[in-house]
């Protein structure tokens, strides 16, 4: 499957996680979070350092999600994102995509050998969604 085919599968559910969301308006795991709520998708923050982001409750692990999610965008530096792939895994999501910056050749290769459909390119939920910073 190409990368483009990727994205256009990830982007087919309904419900994503957003491992490394921020309450920091500046950071981009905020911006994530953002990106998905302006596009009408429901988008559950995960922090362990968090209760609440953008008027939403914040989850500290995959595992304490109140429902299933279809993806998760990862936004965090590439050792955490290494430890993320086995939860995602675990917990049954099938689509995992790496923000920039949040990749690493381990995290690929361990996403794809557990058969996950993994995004870690370089591609940009925010290009993709096209993010719009608010007023």
């Not at 957003?18 to 979070?33: C, F, H, M, P, T």
Request: aromatic share 6%; proline share 8%; hydrophobic share 35%.
């Amino acid at each position: 499957m190409t990368i483009s085919e990727r994205i256009d599968e990830f982007l087919k559910g309904k419900a994503f996680g957003v491992v490394g969301a921020s309450r920091d308006r500046e950071k981009y795991g905020n911006k994530i979070l953002r990106c998905y709520l302006q596009n009408g998708l429901t988008a559950y923050p995960i922090n362990p350092k968090e209760t609440e982001i953008e008027g939403q409750p914040c989850f500290p692990d995959i595992a304490s999600l109140p429902q299933p999610v279809h993806g998760i965008s990862i936004i965090t530096p590439p050792p955490v994102t290494e430890a993320i792939i086995p939860q995602a895994h675990e917990a049954g999501i099938q689509h995992v995509w790496m923000q920039p910056g949040a990749e690493s050749a381990k995290a690929i290769s361990t996403g794809e050998e557990l058969g996950l459909s993994v995004i870690g390119d370089g591609s940009c939920l925010l290009v993709v969604l096209g993010y719009r910073e608010e007023e």
